[in-house]
Each structure stands twice: as structure tokens, then as C-alpha cells.
């Protein structure tokens, strides 16, 4: 073909390798904290935005309190599985910088739609952290009230709650609580795995096209289940967003501070009716997808030493320790408040009660039905029927 | 509640029954704090380690290692008051209000060994007296007749009723709670799952001459054995301390049954899955190994091989590696859509070990040295004849051998490890007569037997990756000078 042909320039573009590593590599990442713990005065966005924050010494020791307890109860709770008081448990082990940024950066009136690993969110929300336990327990439905703290209830079908956040912001905006300085947010927190799925991509088109105040906080943790990353997308994540028509970032999710910067920022926007937005938390899930899963059978041991190095507690400390934020004082006074926690909460979980099977009827509806009267009399009856029955 | 607690092996991801002790991480008399790793165990879908449940000391370990324990039974006691002095055996100690314990409901347990696949998921069983089952979800807890309470005026240990749960509520009328009359015989029925009564028609039981001892007297795979075996079918209590191992016993149909599990169970699925989906080719290549076994003996006889463990499986895998270099395609899977050929050789080693065939992994073969290799093989073997091969060491392998002459065979045709595109049989080292310098002379001779998979390794490529590293074997020294 001739020179200066369109079809052979456009043809050498994607003739040209692309590497899958594409999907997994490193582009645009906003960090503020390196891995090494050094901190980075503003870090620019895709589309220019210049990320920075401005904490006091005691807001940063805040994060780091936070890093450490959400990690420890996380880890009491994956204890209390393997020794059978918990049916199964997901733990957050490595992402706790994506939550505890992105959890801290919510207002007061922003309503957060988590998975069933935000028990990081849900500790910044000020839900007292045995809630999830006891829905792992068997032995209540959640038990937190979703209106109250802001924080809806953990969704276990993947990817299910983005399409709830959309139509609970789409809701904020037509009453109007948008627009201001004051306005509301959503957030819908999800997988990498959950991209995949048709919900996500539904919601993304809704969210869009009706200007609703939601940002889409998604942690690459790099793995659904067993499945890794490239078996996901070709693109990086955040730039999917392109293709629904509003902007994505990628964010070091292993980095508190940008996580937070960047979150702040797309919740903002959104509450001043720019519409939603994605964010990339680029992270690791250090641990097992859940209890009942085993990552040594479909992933290698020197990947996950290549992110032990970016811890995001260590990188913390390592800051804290360098600009003589915190001492070793605070350290281990953090340490022992997080044993005392998590003790705290062990006992708590053991004592939980089991309840009664006929409460199962209790909370399906807000007036009860005649249909479920009926089903509960014949429970009940059958109940009434064994030994030793006490109702 | 009493100071010395057992803890018993917990349902470890939803709706499993039972678990292998792989490890052991503490030993009677150890001082254990709480969470601190006490044991690992590999159920079907994990290998994970348990942390202890109480601080304390352990007082006795009921299963070794290698066992495999239903989930419900105790597996360690541990005394949580060490410092309190002797144990009384009826202890009465002080409640302690934090932790309750499973209680000697665990032993209770244990006296009904639940059937296999006794779970019943329609059941709706109340607490466990003095405490929680310790199967908390999945798919429903595993009920057995000690957990459950009886229903008002059945007669004891009769069969309670068919219904499994609550009849489905019709839209009008209210039908009546069933009530507690019906039992498991009523009309000539017999309770058993269609798994259970197929076994029992394959070996001519009759079910309605069985009493059974699963849950609402169900009769369970355990009965049916039993009375084919021609034992009595009284459940007999299973010891706490004895682990219930499978005894090669022949019943009167001289037929033995051993139940697919474990690695065998693992082994079986990935053959029959490797066989049928990857087109195998073997290719046999006989070499004169005379020069190569000589060189050997020079190695061992040098001063810094003296403590290495030097085999001639150490040579193969060097040719193996080396002509992997030379022909990269052979070390490569087939992904639908697309071969990815790999840069790296995670060389696997297939070992006979007690708990069945395994194949361990060396990790990064090809940057390894001759002498680290070696050190890497015999770790393996020691690590694999052990029984501690991790999961990791196992998964990710990209190219096998398989050492059959070591069991006096000289090849074989072996079948690929899933996701792998070759592995090489090498067969035992005899010395025979062999044409050697136009004269037919005693020589050491082997065979290799290479299978390849015919998606990705045409005839021509598998034939001259066999033969560099026949041709390695036949003369290392001038190998090693032309390729590297």
C-alpha cells in the first residue's frame, strides 16, 4: 500500500503490540505517599485535577489509628472463622488505605453502598464493628440501620448495589439536595470482578446520562476470586469511564492520603451536581477472597511479596516516623488499643445470642402481611411440636 | 464449664464436612496464646491454618497428621489454666463468662458419626444444648440424631417425621402444622437418599431390613456398608483418641470400597480432565548413557559436590532445561483462544509419596545452577516424602518429569499435567548390550518417553526437544559446550 494511506497508518496503530499488561500496569496513578513513605506535595489527575491534602498531625495519626484497628478487628474476624464462630468472612487485609481514605472523606449526609468487605467504610461511619460479625455469625440480618449511619447493608450479589446507588442518588438529585456546598453524595463501592458484570455497566450508563451525584469507588484488588485482572478488561479500569461520559482516576489504593484526596474531590463534584464519576483504587488483596478460598492454588508467593512492600500501614508509620508526626509511644499505644478492641469484640461476638428461628418473620415487612401471619402460626406450631420447647 | 476445652475441627468454608490434618504446628505441653497458629488442614477448598481459641497448654492432640477428621469432632484439648495445678477428671471448675465453650456436647457428637452427606438442608434443628454447633453456615449444619431434640411423644429413637420441613403454605385454606405422627416407616417407607439407595440395589441390600442411624433414622451409606459387609449394623461409638482409619478389610463379597478422596480424588480429575482434552503424543528416544553416568561420578567425586545428592534425575532435568531453551514453544499452555509460552520453567517433579502422587514444582528452573538445582530436587522430594508440599509448590508447574525407572520400568507414556504442553518419562538406567564403537558392548543404557500436546508441539518440535535432550544424556560435556 502506498505511503500516507489512512488504512495503513490506522493499520499500523493496532498492529502495533499492545501488551496486556496494559490492563495492569501503572498509568496515571495519583499517590501522595510513596510505598517508601515519602510524602508527595499534589499529585495531577488525568484530566489535570491537582490532588493534595492538608492534614494536621492529628488527623494524619487519625488515619494511621484507623489503618491499624480496621486491619486488627479485620484479622480477629478471620481468627473467630477458622476456629468456627463465623460462617465465613471476607477480609479487607491490604486494602484498608482504599477504605479508611475513601470512608473518611464522606460527609456526614453521603450515603455509601458498600460490598461485604467495606468493614472499613463501615468502621468510619461510626457502626460499631461487631454488626458484620453477627451477619456472618447467622445470628441477625446486619443489624445496623441504613438511614441512620448513612451506610447501606452489605450486598453479596456482585456488583448489585451500584445499580441501588444510582437510583438512591438519581433520588437525591430530583429532590434537589444537590447543587450546593452542601449538597449530598452517593458512593458505590465495588470490585475489579464486579466491572464485569451487567449491573455495573447498567448503572454506569444511568449514573451518566442522568447527571446523578455518585462516584463509583471501585478497588482493583487484582483478583475476582481466583480470576486475575486481565481476565477483566484489556483497558485499565479507569478508563472506562471515558466510554460512559464522565472522568476516571486511578488511585494508589495502598495510599490513605491520595485515596482520600481523590475521593473528596469526586464527592464534591458530585454534590455540586457534576455529575458521578470513577475512581480506580489500584490495591491487593493480601488475603484469601474469603475464608473458603485458598489464593495460594492461582496466584505466586512473589506477587504478594511485591505488594507486602506497599503496605499501606507501613508506608504510614514509615511517614509518621520520618516527620516526627507520631513516636513509638503513639505507635504502641495504638497497638494496645487495637488488642483491647479486638479482645473487646471477640467476647462480644461469643456472647452473641442466637435467636429465635421465629424471627425470621419479624422484619420481612414493616406491618407484617396476612400470609406471613399465617406462615409464622403453622412455624410456631411445628416448634411447639419438639421437646423442650420454650414457646 | 471447665478449664480443659476441646476444640473441634469447624466447618472451614461453608458446607464442608470434613478436613485433613496436614500439620501439626504445636506439640502436647506447648504454651499456646489465643490466635496463635495451632494446626493446618486442607479441606476441599482450602489448605488453611487454624489459630487457637483459647490461651493455654495443650493437653493432648487426637488426630495425627494425615488424618482425615469429619467437621464436628475434636481435634485438641487444651487446658486453658495451666498454672492451676494437677486436673481433677470431673472437673467443676468456675464458669468463665467470656468464652463459652463447645462443652462435652462435642463428644456427644462424635457417638453418631454423621453419614456421609448426611446434611440436611431442610432441617431446622434448635441450638445445640450449652452451646453452638460448631457448623455455623454454608449449606446447612450437618445434623445429627444427638443434636436434635425429639418431638413430643415420639417414641425414642424412633424415626421422626418424613416432612424435613414445614409443608408449603396453600394460598386459602390453612393447612395444619404437620403433626409429630408421621414416622419414618409409615406406609413401607424407608428414609434414605437416592445415592444411598443405589448403592444399597449395586450391592443387593435390601434397605427395608436395615434400622437406620442417620438423621430422623434415615438409613445412611455407613448401614448399607455395614450389611454388606455382614456386620451388625449397631453404630459403634468411635473413640475420640483412635482415628478412624480406613481398614483394608474384604467383606463376604471379597469386593473392598474405598471411598475417592484426597489427592486420589485430585489425581483422578486432573488425568481424566488432561487426557480427554489435550491430544497426547508420546515419542520413546533410547540413549547410551555411559559417558553421562561417568560424569556424574566425576561430579560426586569433587570436593564441594561431596554432601549434594547426585542422581542421574539431576542430568535429565538439566537436559530438559537446557533444551527448553532451545526449543521455548514446549513450555507453554493452551488457553482457548491463545498460547502462552512462558519464559520461565517451573520444572515439576512427580513424587510417589504415601498420600499418592504428587507433583512439585521447582520455581524458576532455568536461572537455577546445576548445583542449586540439585539442592532444589532433593528439598522437594524431602519436603513431598514428608507430606508438606504446600499448595504453592504445586500449582503453576510448566513442564513435568516423571522419574518411572526408579520403580525398575524403562518408559511409559505419561499424561500431561493440566495447562502443561510436555513431560518427559525417564526410565530406569540397565546396562545392555548396545553397538558402541562398532562393537556390541555392555553399555548403560535409558529410555525417555516423551508426551507432548499436539495443539501447540507439532511432531517435529517434540522430536527435537526429545532429542537435545537425548542428546545431552549421550554426551553432557560437549552439549553443555555447544549450546551454552
Given at each position: 500500500m502506498a505511503k500516507g494511506d489512512p488504512g495503513v497508518t490506522g493499520r499500523g496503530r493496532r498492529a502495533a503490540p499492545r501488551s496486556r499488561k496494559g490492563a495492569t500496569g501503572d498509568p496515571q496513578l495519583v499517590q501522595l505517599l510513596t510505598a517508601d513513605g515519602e510524602r508527595i506535595e499534589s499529585a495531577t489527575g488525568p484530566d489535570g485535577t491537582e490532588y493534595r491534602v492538608d492534614f494536621t498531625d492529628e488527623e494524619y495519626r487519625g488515619l494511621y489509628r484507623d489503618l491499624v484497628l480496621v486491619r486488627k478487628l479485620d484479622a480477629e474476624a478471620t481468627a473467630l472463622q477458622r476456629q468456627g464462630e463465623l460462617g465465613l468472612w471476607a477480609s479487607l487485609l491490604g486494602q484498608e488505605a482504599a477504605q479508611v481514605g475513601s470512608g473518611r472523606a464522606l460527609r456526614t449526609q453521603d450515603m455509601a453502598f458498600p460490598t461485604y468487605r467495606e468493614h472499613g467504610v463501615l468502621y468510619c461511619r461510626g457502626i460499631d464493628p461487631i454488626m458484620p460479625l453477627g451477619l456472618f455469625r447467622g445470628v441477625d440480618q446486619g443489624g445496623w440501620d441504613p438511614n441512620e449511619f448513612k451506610f447501606n447493608m452489605y450486598t453479596i450479589v456482585i456488583g448489585a448495589q451500584t445499580l441501588h446507588a444510582t437510583g438512591y442518588a438519581m433520588g437525591v438529585h430530583m429532590d434537589g439536595r444537590t447543587g450546593t456546598e452542601d449538597g449530598e453524595a452517593v458512593i458505590a463501592y465495588f470490585g475489579d470482578g464486579a466491572t464485569s458484570q451487567g449491573d455495573v455497566n447498567e448503572a454506569f450508563v444511568w449514573a451518566s446520562v442522568f447527571n446523578t451525584p455518585l462516584v463509583f469507588f471501585c478497588?482493583?484488588?487484582?483478583?475476582a476470586i481466583s480470576e486475575p485482572l486481565e481476565r477483566q478488561t484489556r483497558v485499565p479500569l479507569y478508563q472506562r469511564a471515558g466510554g460512559f461520559g464522565f472522568p476516571g482516576v486511578r488511585v494508589d489504593g495502598n495510599d490513605v492520603l491520595a485515596s482520600y484526596a481523590v475521593t473528596r474531590h469526586a464527592l464534591d463534584n458530585a454534590r455540586l451536581g457534576q455529575g458521578p464519576s470513577l475512581i480506580e483504587?489500584?490495591?491487593?488483596?493480601?488475603?484469601?477472597?474469603?475464608?473458603?478460598?485458598?489464593p495460594t492454588r492461582y496466584r505466586i508467593a512473589s506477587e504478594v511479596e511485591a505488594w507486602q512492600a506497599k503496605d499501606p500501614i507501613a508506608r504510614m508509620k514509615a511517614f509518621l516516623t520520618k516527620q516526627k508526626i507520631a513516636d513509638d509511644a503513639f505507635f504502641a499505644e495504638v497497638d494496645e488499643q487495637a488488642r483491647t478492641e479486638s479482645v473487646h469484640l471477640r467476647e462480644r461476638v461469643l456472647a452473641m445470642p442466637d435467636p429465635e428461628p421465629v424471627t425470621m418473620f419479624d422484619n420481612v415487612y414493616p406491618t407484617g402481611s396476612p400470609e406471613l401471619d399465617v406462615q409464622r402460626a403453622q412455624f410456631t406450631k411445628y416448634m411447639e411440636s419438639f421437646e423442650g420447647s420454650a414457646h | 464449664m471447665s478449664r480443659i476445652k476441646e476444640f473441634n475441627l469447624p466447618d472451614l468454608g461453608e458446607g464442608l464436612a470434613e478436613g485433613e490434618i496436614l500439620a501439626w504446628l504445636v506439640k502436647v505441653g506447648d504454651t499456646i496464646e489465643l490466635n496463635q497458629p495451632i494446626v493446618e488442614v486442607e479441606t476441599a477448598k482450602a489448605a488453611v491454618e487454624i489459630p487457637a481459641k483459647w490461651a493455654g497448654?495443650?493437653?493432648?492432640?487426637f488426630h495425627p497428621e494425615g488424618t482425615t477428621v469429619e467437621v464436628g469432632t475434636p481435634i485438641i484439648s487444651i487446658d486453658t489454666d495451666p498454672g492451676a495445678g494437677p486436673v481433677e477428671e470431673s472437673t467443676t471448675g468456675t464458669p468463665s463468662a467470656d468464652l463459652p465453650t463447645p462443652s462435652a456436647a462435642s463428644l456427644a457428637a462424635v457417638e453418631v458419626a454423621p453419614a456421609e452427606g448426611a446434611v440436611e438442608p431442610g432441617l431446622i434443628g434448635g441450638p445445640a444444648p450449652g452451646g453452638r454447633t460448631a457448623v455455623l453456615v454454608g449449606y446447612g449444619p450437618r445434623t445429627t440424631a444427638a443434636k436434635r431434640r425429639p418431638r413430643k411423644g415420639a417414641v425414642p429413637v424412633q424415626a421422626a417425621p418424613v416432612q424435613a420441613a414445614p409443608a408449603p403454605v396453600a394460598p386459602a385454606p390453612v393447612a395444619p402444622a404437620p403433626a409429630g405422627n408421621g414416622n419414618g416407616r409409615a406406609g413401607g417407607l424407608v428414609l434414605a437418599k437416592p445415592p444411598v439407595r443405589k448403592l444399597a440395589k449395586d450391592l443387593g441390600?435390601?434397605?427395608?431390613?436395615l434400622a437406620g442411624s442417620g438423621p430422623l433414622g434415615s438409613i445412611t451409606r455407613e448401614d448399607v456398608q455395614r450389611a454388606a459387609n455382614g456386620t451388625p449394623a449397631a453404630a459403634e461409638p468411635l473413640t475420640v483418641t483412635a482415628p478412624a482409619t480406613a481398614v483394608a478389610s474384604f467383606g463376604a463379597d471379597r469386593e473392598q470400597r474405598i471411598p475417592v478422596k484426597g489427592v486420589r480424588k485430585l489425581t483422578a480429575e486432573n488425568m481424566s480432565r488432561s487426557a480427554f482434552t489435550a491430544p497426547h503424543v508420546t515419542e520413546f528416544l533410547t540413549v547410551d548413557v555411559t559417558r553421562a553416568m561417568k560424569a556424574l561420578d566425576r561430579l560426586r567425586d569433587r570436593r564441594e559436590w561431596r554432601d549434594v545428592r547426585v542422581s542421574p534425575l539431576l542430568l535429565v532435568a538439566k537436559a530438559v532445561l537446557l533444551a527448553v531453551k532451545r526449543h521455548p514453544m514446549v513450555n507453554s499452555t493452551w488457553a482457548g483462544d491463545e498460547i502462552v509460552v512462558k519464559d520461565y520453567v517451573n520444572l515439576g517433579i512427580a513424587a510417589a509419596t504415601e498420600r499418592g502422587l504428587i507433583v512439585p514444582n521447582i520455581k524458576d528452573a532455568g536461572r537455577l545452577s546445576l548445583r542449586e538445582l540439585a539442592d532444589a530436587m532433593a528439598g522437594l522430594v524431602q519436603t513431598a516424602k514428608a507430606g508438606k508440599t504446600s499448595p504453592a509448590d504445586m500449582t503453576g508447574g510448566t513442564l513435568t518429569i516423571t522419574n518411572v525407572g526408579v520403580f525398575g520400568v524403562d518408559t511409559g507414556t505419561p499424561i500431561l499435567?493440566?495447562?502443561?504442553?510436555a513431560i518427559l518419562a525417564f526410565g530406569a538406567v540397565r546396562e545392555m548390550p548396545w553397538v558402541h564403537k562398532g562393537k556390541v558392548k555392555p553399555r548403560l543404557v535409558t529410555t525417555l518417553g516423551l508426551s507432548f500436546d499436539h495443539r501447540i508441539v507439532d511432531g517435529e518440535l517434540g522430536s527435537k526437544f526429545l532429542r537435545d535432550i537425548g542428546d545431552f544424556l549421550a554426551d553432557p560435556e560437549a552439549a553443555l559446550l555447544a549450546w551454552t
Amino acid at each position: 500500500m502506498a505511503k500516507g494511506d489512512p488504512g495503513v497508518t490506522g493499520r499500523g496503530r493496532r498492529a502495533a503490540p499492545r501488551s496486556r499488561k496494559g490492563a495492569t500496569g501503572d498509568p496515571q496513578l495519583v499517590q501522595l505517599l510513596t510505598a517508601d513513605g515519602e510524602r508527595i506535595e499534589s499529585a495531577t489527575g488525568p484530566d489535570g485535577t491537582e490532588y493534595r491534602v492538608d492534614f494536621t498531625d492529628e488527623e494524619y495519626r487519625g488515619l494511621y489509628r484507623d489503618l491499624v484497628l480496621v486491619r486488627k478487628l479485620d484479622a480477629e474476624a478471620t481468627a473467630l472463622q477458622r476456629q468456627g464462630e463465623l460462617g465465613l468472612w471476607a477480609s479487607l487485609l491490604g486494602q484498608e488505605a482504599a477504605q479508611v481514605g475513601s470512608g473518611r472523606a464522606l460527609r456526614t449526609q453521603d450515603m455509601a453502598f458498600p460490598t461485604y468487605r467495606e468493614h472499613g467504610v463501615l468502621y468510619c461511619r461510626g457502626i460499631d464493628p461487631i454488626m458484620p460479625l453477627g451477619l456472618f455469625r447467622g445470628v441477625d440480618q446486619g443489624g445496623w440501620d441504613p438511614n441512620e449511619f448513612k451506610f447501606n447493608m452489605y450486598t453479596i450479589v456482585i456488583g448489585a448495589q451500584t445499580l441501588h446507588a444510582t437510583g438512591y442518588a438519581m433520588g437525591v438529585h430530583m429532590d434537589g439536595r444537590t447543587g450546593t456546598e452542601d449538597g449530598e453524595a452517593v458512593i458505590a463501592y465495588f470490585g475489579d470482578g464486579a466491572t464485569s458484570q451487567g449491573d455495573v455497566n447498567e448503572a454506569f450508563v444511568w449514573a451518566s446520562v442522568f447527571n446523578t451525584p455518585l462516584v463509583f469507588f471501585c478497588q482493583n484488588n487484582q483478583y475476582a476470586i481466583s480470576e486475575p485482572l486481565e481476565r477483566q478488561t484489556r483497558v485499565p479500569l479507569y478508563q472506562r469511564a471515558g466510554g460512559f461520559g464522565f472522568p476516571g482516576v486511578r488511585v494508589d489504593g495502598n495510599d490513605v492520603l491520595a485515596s482520600y484526596a481523590v475521593t473528596r474531590h469526586a464527592l464534591d463534584n458530585a454534590r455540586l451536581g457534576q455529575g458521578p464519576s470513577l475512581i480506580e483504587a489500584y490495591t491487593y488483596r493480601m488475603g484469601a477472597h474469603t475464608t473458603s478460598d485458598d489464593p495460594t492454588r492461582y496466584r505466586i508467593a512473589s506477587e504478594v511479596e511485591a505488594w507486602q512492600a506497599k503496605d499501606p500501614i507501613a508506608r504510614m508509620k514509615a511517614f509518621l516516623t520520618k516527620q516526627k508526626i507520631a513516636d513509638d509511644a503513639f505507635f504502641a499505644e495504638v497497638d494496645e488499643q487495637a488488642r483491647t478492641e479486638s479482645v473487646h469484640l471477640r467476647e462480644r461476638v461469643l456472647a452473641m445470642p442466637d435467636p429465635e428461628p421465629v424471627t425470621m418473620f419479624d422484619n420481612v415487612y414493616p406491618t407484617g402481611s396476612p400470609e406471613l401471619d399465617v406462615q409464622r402460626a403453622q412455624f410456631t406450631k411445628y416448634m411447639e411440636s419438639f421437646e423442650g420447647s420454650a414457646h | 464449664m471447665s478449664r480443659i476445652k476441646e476444640f473441634n475441627l469447624p466447618d472451614l468454608g461453608e458446607g464442608l464436612a470434613e478436613g485433613e490434618i496436614l500439620a501439626w504446628l504445636v506439640k502436647v505441653g506447648d504454651t499456646i496464646e489465643l490466635n496463635q497458629p495451632i494446626v493446618e488442614v486442607e479441606t476441599a477448598k482450602a489448605a488453611v491454618e487454624i489459630p487457637a481459641k483459647w490461651a493455654g497448654q495443650v493437653r493432648a492432640i487426637f488426630h495425627p497428621e494425615g488424618t482425615t477428621v469429619e467437621v464436628g469432632t475434636p481435634i485438641i484439648s487444651i487446658d486453658t489454666d495451666p498454672g492451676a495445678g494437677p486436673v481433677e477428671e470431673s472437673t467443676t471448675g468456675t464458669p468463665s463468662a467470656d468464652l463459652p465453650t463447645p462443652s462435652a456436647a462435642s463428644l456427644a457428637a462424635v457417638e453418631v458419626a454423621p453419614a456421609e452427606g448426611a446434611v440436611e438442608p431442610g432441617l431446622i434443628g434448635g441450638p445445640a444444648p450449652g452451646g453452638r454447633t460448631a457448623v455455623l453456615v454454608g449449606y446447612g449444619p450437618r445434623t445429627t440424631a444427638a443434636k436434635r431434640r425429639p418431638r413430643k411423644g415420639a417414641v425414642p429413637v424412633q424415626a421422626a417425621p418424613v416432612q424435613a420441613a414445614p409443608a408449603p403454605v396453600a394460598p386459602a385454606p390453612v393447612a395444619p402444622a404437620p403433626a409429630g405422627n408421621g414416622n419414618g416407616r409409615a406406609g413401607g417407607l424407608v428414609l434414605a437418599k437416592p445415592p444411598v439407595r443405589k448403592l444399597a440395589k449395586d450391592l443387593g441390600v435390601d434397605l427395608a431390613t436395615l434400622a437406620g442411624s442417620g438423621p430422623l433414622g434415615s438409613i445412611t451409606r455407613e448401614d448399607v456398608q455395614r450389611a454388606a459387609n455382614g456386620t451388625p449394623a449397631a453404630a459403634e461409638p468411635l473413640t475420640v483418641t483412635a482415628p478412624a482409619t480406613a481398614v483394608a478389610s474384604f467383606g463376604a463379597d471379597r469386593e473392598q470400597r474405598i471411598p475417592v478422596k484426597g489427592v486420589r480424588k485430585l489425581t483422578a480429575e486432573n488425568m481424566s480432565r488432561s487426557a480427554f482434552t489435550a491430544p497426547h503424543v508420546t515419542e520413546f528416544l533410547t540413549v547410551d548413557v555411559t559417558r553421562a553416568m561417568k560424569a556424574l561420578d566425576r561430579l560426586r567425586d569433587r570436593r564441594e559436590w561431596r554432601d549434594v545428592r547426585v542422581s542421574p534425575l539431576l542430568l535429565v532435568a538439566k537436559a530438559v532445561l537446557l533444551a527448553v531453551k532451545r526449543h521455548p514453544m514446549v513450555n507453554s499452555t493452551w488457553a482457548g483462544d491463545e498460547i502462552v509460552v512462558k519464559d520461565y520453567v517451573n520444572l515439576g517433579i512427580a513424587a510417589a509419596t504415601e498420600r499418592g502422587l504428587i507433583v512439585p514444582n521447582i520455581k524458576d528452573a532455568g536461572r537455577l545452577s546445576l548445583r542449586e538445582l540439585a539442592d532444589a530436587m532433593a528439598g522437594l522430594v524431602q519436603t513431598a516424602k514428608a507430606g508438606k508440599t504446600s499448595p504453592a509448590d504445586m500449582t503453576g508447574g510448566t513442564l513435568t518429569i516423571t522419574n518411572v525407572g526408579v520403580f525398575g520400568v524403562d518408559t511409559g507414556t505419561p499424561i500431561l499435567p493440566p495447562g502443561e504442553s510436555a513431560i518427559l518419562a525417564f526410565g530406569a538406567v540397565r546396562e545392555m548390550p548396545w553397538v558402541h564403537k562398532g562393537k556390541v558392548k555392555p553399555r548403560l543404557v535409558t529410555t525417555l518417553g516423551l508426551s507432548f500436546d499436539h495443539r501447540i508441539v507439532d511432531g517435529e518440535l517434540g522430536s527435537k526437544f526429545l532429542r537435545d535432550i537425548g542428546d545431552f544424556l549421550a554426551d553432557p560435556e560437549a552439549a553443555l559446550l555447544a549450546w551454552t
